[in-house]
């Protein structure tokens, strides 16, 4: 049973930074996506950034230059580095995993931005 959990959420300031982590669990094959999806209140999930496996990472234009992700494939971990934050990035945020064809999702962890 694949399990993705989530850490690193919590308040920061405008202009702050934030890191979250998450580590997979279970049989995962190499092949796969990674990432991380967010959901503000009253709002769609929606994508902030997925990387594969060996390839470019793809980030939602709202955060492009502001946030990074990672992978680390013999950890089974994926980070998001959350710079310049603003109060529009408030939203709970899902680590997400793509692998053979099937979609997995964190608990969540909520980041709240004040301004």
């Known amino acids: 049973q694949v399990q993705l959990v989530e850490s690193g959420g919590g308040l920061v300031q405008a202009g702050g930074s934030l890191r979250l982590s998450c580590v997979v669990s279970?049989?995962?094959?190499?092949?796969?996506?990674v990432g991380w999806y967010r959901q503000a209140p009253g709002k769609q999930r929606e994508l902030v950034a997925v990387?594969?496996?060996?390839?470019?990472?793809n980030f939602a234009g709202s955060v492009k230059g502001r946030f990074t992700v990672s992978r680390d494939n013999a950890k089974n971990t994926v980070s998001l580095q959350m710079n310049m934050v603003k109060p529009e990035d408030t939203a709970v945020y899902y680590c997400?995993?793509?692998?053979?064809?099937?979609?997995?999702w964190g608990q969540g962890t909520q980041v709240t931005v004040s301004s």
């Open positions: 997400y995993l793509r692998d053979n064809f099937l979609n997995y």
């Open positions: 990387i594969s496996s060996g390839g470019s990472p």
């Open positions: 279970g049989t995962i094959v190499s092949i796969n996506t």
